[in-house]
């Protein structure tokens, strides 16, 4: 199947600081979103982003289907921010609902 | 973004026991419902796949006859560990399909003593 892999697993920062994280992928997808998960565990869509370029606020995302990657860019970073980051996809031909996720990058953000 | 509930949202239970979870999609209707779980500290695995009104597709390792799936309706389904096992203690989250950008309740987080 599909491998997903995620870097970097964990990432520290002080506030105000910019970040990139990224999503490598193994095969042809036609979904591919973005998500955090709070301290509570609620998955909070960030972008939804099979390809093309998005920006929503201090957060944009990058995806080069072509190259099987997608970049997730946080800049002027806040506490808020903390938490992990999950991409997930799913497979071209299948179901979009049906999604993979990679295993996440763990952010902490500093006062 | 659609809204969607999980109930209960934490729930302890002994061992043997059963757990019903319930899921609802409150403003879209869901053919297809999506249970993942998560274990600590480790990523989302889908469970099974339920369309409305028909059996649920159960992902490899998952026992079908231990987490039970009703997708009776487009707007509810239902997930029952049955005589749950503290192996079975996880974070249970289901995703409703209604188009083509997924969302997902809010969570159940399964203690089994």
């Known amino acids: 199947g599909i491998q997903v892999e995620q870097s970097p697993p964990d990432l520290i920062l002080q506030e105000g600081a910019n970040s990139t994280l990224r999503c490598n992928f193994s095969d042809s997808v036609n979904n591919l979103q973005w998500f955090h998960q709070n301290p509570w565990g609620q998955l909070i869509n960030l972008f939804y982003?099979?390809?093309g370029t998005k920006q929503n606020g201090r957060l944009s995302a990058t995806t080069v289907a072509t190259e099987r990657y997608s970049l997730l860019y946080i800049s002027s970073s806040q506490t808020t921010d903390s938490g992990v980051y999950f991409c997930?996809?799913?497979?071209?031909?299948?179901?979009?609902?049906?999604?993979?996720f990679g295993k996440g990058t763990k952010l902490s953000v500093k006062p | 973004g659609a809204v969607v509930s999980q109930h209960p949202s934490w729930v302890i239970c002994k061992s043997g026991t059963s757990v019903k979870i319930e899921c609802r999609s409150l403003d879209f209707q869901a053919t297809t419902m999506f249970w993942y779980r998560q274990f600590p500290k480790q990523s989302l695995m889908l469970m099974a796949t339920s369309n409305e009104g028909s059996k649920a597709t159960y992902e490899q390792g998952v026992e079908k006859d231990k987490f039970l799936i009703n997708h009776a309706s487009l707007t509810l389904s239902t997930l029952t560990v049955t005589s749950a096992h503290p192996e079975d203690s996880s974070f249970y989250i289901c995703s409703p399909s209604g188009s083509y950008e997924q969302y997902f309740g809010p969570g159940t987080r399964l203690t089994v003593t």
């Open positions: 997930a996809v799913s497979m071209w031909g299948g179901s979009q609902g049906n999604l993979i």
């Open positions: 982003i099979p390809s």
